[in-house]
């Protein structure tokens, strides 16, 4: 055998190995049924667990939330209880844990691939599929495997919180250039309520962009009914690395804002230290991880014996090692 052919074999074993050790699962991030636009939902599997949320609005108009999580052995199929938290932190209050959780009913999510799948739950069945807000260039991966580049900077997408205010958080996705926070946490009166900030990054670690609050959309149960929504104050999102970021949210609309809530004394939440929520596994191979973003090293070790022969001619062998290193 070659050593070319020694060479392919190792590569090809080495790419049969991460199919077999890498993570199949659907993505992570924001899904939405088209036909409703206005409440979404957001769905995170990592480590064997899956936590997701239903984004839409109570009765009374108000943006509300329900959750859903825990262990989950096949991240295509998800069984588990919807629960709703009250009296909790504030968007500028201090933070308070929320009230324990209240069952509001089973939930069911089961998906078809990695981008389509069905929601049931009290509200019905709903087809649901990824949202797509934002186009991710293609960049060869050689020149980043070589250090001939730096790796683009891609925050981790999933829940973020700060461990030390457990009850609230932001659900975080980047898409090309573009970020999509949703923060969660408790009105004046102790209901959920969420918002929401969106748009392209100032810089690769920076996002700065209005903060919206949304209503009068879908109920749980009830037919769909396009939200009103209006700036109530500006949000900053700095990421120190893809796992560690600072948001701050500020009182106040911009002057781009269609509809002013902005009151006189300005108000912030401080900055916020943020990481996400789920425990990573390094096992697990995510989709960043995959092919063609995979990155080896196969090196050799050459070994030379030489024995005279008959003719005063000289035989060399050699003896080839690989190793392959994942990163």
Not at 70 to 97: A, C, H
Not at 164 to 169: D, H, L, P, R, V
Not at 171 to 189: H, K
Not at 214 to 239: C, E, H, W
Request: aromatic letters at 12%; hydrophobic letters at 35%.
């Amino acid at each position: 055998m070659s050593v070319h052919t020694l060479i392919r074999c190792a590569f090809s074993a080495a790419l049969s190995l991460q199919a077999t050790l890498a993570s199949a699962e659907p993505e992570n991030g924001w899904w939405w049924n088209p036909t409703e636009n206005g409440r979404g939902y957001f769905i995170e599997t990592t480590s064997g667990l899956t936590y997701l949320a239903g984004y839409f609005y109570d009765t009374d108009g108000r943006a509300t939330w329900l959750s859903s999580g825990g262990p989950n052995p096949d991240p295509y199929s998800y069984r588990g209880t919807l629960q709703s938290y009250r009296n909790g932190q504030s968007l500028f209050g201090q933070y308070r844990p929320p009230d324990s959780a209240v069952d509001v009913g089973p939930v069911e999510v089961t998906f078809s691939d990695d981008q389509h799948g069905t929601i049931k739950w009290p509200g019905g069945t709903i087809p649901i599929e990824r949202q797509v807000f934002g186009i991710d260039e293609e960049i060869p991966y050689i020149p980043w495997v070589l250090g001939l580049v730096d790796r683009p900077f891609r925050p981790e997408t999933g829940w973020w919180w700060n461990e030390a205010e457990s009850g609230t958080g932001f659900s975080v996705e980047m898409q090309g250039s573009n970020l999509f926070v949703v923060a969660f946490m408790y009105d004046g009166a102790g209901n959920p309520i969420w918002y929401f900030s969106a748009g392209p990054m100032s810089t690769p670690t920076h996002y700065d962009g209005d903060v919206l609050l949304f209503a009068n959309g879908q109920t749980l149960n009830g037919p769909y009914k396009l939200p009103s929504s209006g700036a109530i104050g500006r949000m900053t999102v700095d990421f120190a690395a893809a796992d560690d970021a600072t948001i701050t949210i500020t009182e106040g609309a911009s002057g781009k804002a269609s509809v002013a809530r902005a009151r006189n004394l300005s108000r912030s939440t401080g900055q916020k230290k943020a990481k996400p929520q789920l425990p990573r596994d390094n096992l697990i191979f995510r989709a960043e991880d995959m092919w063609p973003q995979w990155n080896g090293v196969a090196s050799a070790r050459l070994e030379e014996s030489t024995e005279a022969g008959t003719s005063g001619t000289f035989t060399s062998v050699e003896h080839l090692d690989f190793d392959l290193h994942w990163v």
